[in-house]
């Protein structure tokens, strides 16, 4: 009798223990699900996009009649500066305080973004996740993404061709759009589109196509700065870097403070809401159902631009030509003689003035902040310095510009031209590098929300002064 009472006690001490252990089995799988889920953006992703859909809908049913402004003759005429005409998730600009990612200033970011280091600058990825989830991730969560973009990093032999198919004088934008273009033949949303996707899935093969393009994008960039300038000797990716690290190896810069700036550089240029040129064209052409590649490589094309971010390029050679005319131990008043030289020979002054800003651009300030911490004896720095003092009065004086101040592309080449990296022509690939990740994380949610094909109506002179006739007479 005690031998059976001892057995059966035995044996439902065995069976709790196996329910015990299944139980604790089953939690621990569970903590992994979450965890692993917790670090990965596509899961964070396909959580939060139905909210957001359901958000949309609520404004266009409940909002969708609120004006939001008049728009006026001059608006069509002047490039519809102050005309708010898009949806644009990732980032606002305040004419006054300049950009928030997600809500977040340049100042916020670098606080609270992961860095490699306590106090260093915001790791890109770290800013990629903010603008895809809204959300600040751990920096767990940026180890995650940076490894999961540096498996998707390979380049396939045909887009090296297809640079390489291209005289090595071509301006660096040209083989970096180039090379993007080539990318393009591994698409998934085209090949999705082909096989007839349904369109409620369509952020999916976006956001793949998306994190292989901004994981590509600095191999393929890198490879024309290697083309071009070090006799195509490539440097391959290093895996134990980051994504602002492993760029700058890339190149051929391993001083741990070029991969600070680098890192710097990267988020801070990566995104800047959506009227601009580049950004605008890219959500543009996208708007067609134009897969990520083919959307980001128009919006490159705009990039190239002088106006646009060919600035960062223009900025530098314009300072060397200062110093080629003046030395550079320039005064004052030389200097002031020099800007007036630009102007009245008809041309801009290359990084000062804004579209929409109107005070100094903290992206300016940030890389300044850089510079005193980091190269405060850098002749060109104080030079930059000077320009601060000097030209926004002269262009106060003409009295047509909006905005006196400078913008980011007025401090970036003096930054890169100090860690070695002087080749002016080629400084707007890196500001195409960083853009992949802003462009591409707005299309994403561009899918995700199913906005339209952009299409706004265009007018002829003849209807305009017809419709300003009768609204004059009436
Ligand atoms: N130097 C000389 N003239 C300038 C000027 C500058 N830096 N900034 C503006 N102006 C002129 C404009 O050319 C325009 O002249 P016109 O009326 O004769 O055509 C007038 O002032 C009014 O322009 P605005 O309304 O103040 O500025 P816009 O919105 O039209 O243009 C921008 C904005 C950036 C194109 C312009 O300020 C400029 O050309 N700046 C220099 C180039 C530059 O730094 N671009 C980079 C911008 C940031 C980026 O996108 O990367």
């Known amino acids: 009798m005690v031998f059976f009472r001892t057995v059966s006690a035995l044996s439902r001490l065995r069976s709790r223990a196996a329910e015990q252990q299944s139980a604790l089995r089953n939690s621990v799988r569970w903590l992994q699900m979450q965890s692993s889920s917790d670090l990965d953006l596509h899961s964070q992703l396909k959580e939060l996009i139905p909210e957001q859909q359901e958000r949309l809908k609520k404004l266009k049913s409940e909002h969708g009649k609120v004006q939001l402004g008049n728009i006026t003759v001059d608006m069509v005429l002047g490039g519809m500066r102050g005309m708010t005409g898009l949806l644009w998730e990732t980032s606002l600009l305040d004419p006054d305080e300049g950009i928030r990612f997600r809500g977040l200033s340049i100042p916020e970011c670098q606080k609270l973004l992961p860095a490699v280091k306590p106090g260093g600058e915001p790791l890109p990825e770290g800013l990629l996740w903010l ?3 809204g959300k600040v991730p751990s920096k767990e969560q940026v180890d995650a993404l940076s ?14 061709k297809a640079i390489d198919a291209l005289p090595v004088t071509a301006h660096p934008m040209t083989q970096f759009a180039t090379g ?31 994190l292989s393009l901004i994981a590509r994008v600095p191999v393929v960039a890198a490879y024309v700065y290697r ?33 600070e700036l680098m890192r710097l550089y ?25 897969d990520p590649y083919l959307s980001f490589a128009a919006a490159l094309n705009g990039l190239a631009g002088p106006l646009h971010g060919l600035a960062n390029q223009e900025v530098l050679l314009w300072i060397k030509s200062v110093v080629d005319e003046c030395g550079e131990n320039i005064s004052t008043e030389q200097l002031k003689d020099y800007v007036w030289k630009t102007l009245n020979s008809g041309k ?10 109107r005070k100094t651009d903290p992206r300016y300030t940030c890389q300044r902040e850089f510079a005193l911490k980091h190269l405060p004896d850098d002749p060109l720095f104080q030079l930059v310095s000077k320009l601060y003092e000097v030209v926004p009065p002269i262009l106060t004086e003409l009295g047509k510009v909006k905005n006196p101040w400078p913008n980011v ?26 853009r992949s990740i802003g ?26 002064e017809n419709y300003c006739g009768k609204v004059a007479s009436a």
């Open 131 to 133: 603008l895809l989830t």
């Open 147 to 160: 490894s999961e973009l540096r498996s998707r990093a390979a380049v396939p032999d045909y887009v090296y």
């Open 180 to 210: 993007v273009m080539a990318l393009q033949v591994q698409s998934q949303f085209q090949k999705a589109y082909e096989k007839g996707i349904h369109k409620s899935k369509y952020w999916e093969p976006t956001y793949e196509d998306s």
């Open 227 to 259: 083309r071009m300038y070090k006799s195509g000797d490539v440097i391959p990716t290093n895996d134990s870097l980051d994504y602002g690290g492993n760029f700058s190896h890339m190149l051929g810069f391993d001083d741990p403070k070029m991969q």
């Open 266 to 290: 990267v988020t801070i240029h990566s995104d800047h809401e959506g009227g601009n040129v580049s950004a605008h064209t890219g959500h543009l052409v996208a708007s067609a159902l134009s």
């Open 348 to 357: 801009v002054v290359p990084g000062f003035g804004h579209g929409v800003l």
């Open 409 to 434: 592309d007025a401090h970036s080449g003096v930054l890169l031209n100090h860690f070695g990296l002087t080749e002016a022509r080629y400084y707007t690939v890196l500001f195409g590098v960083s």
């Open 439 to 464: 462009i591409c994380s707005q299309l994403i949610w561009d899918r995700a929300l199913g906005l339209p094909l952009e299409r706004p109506k265009s007018v002829t002179m003849d209807w305009l």
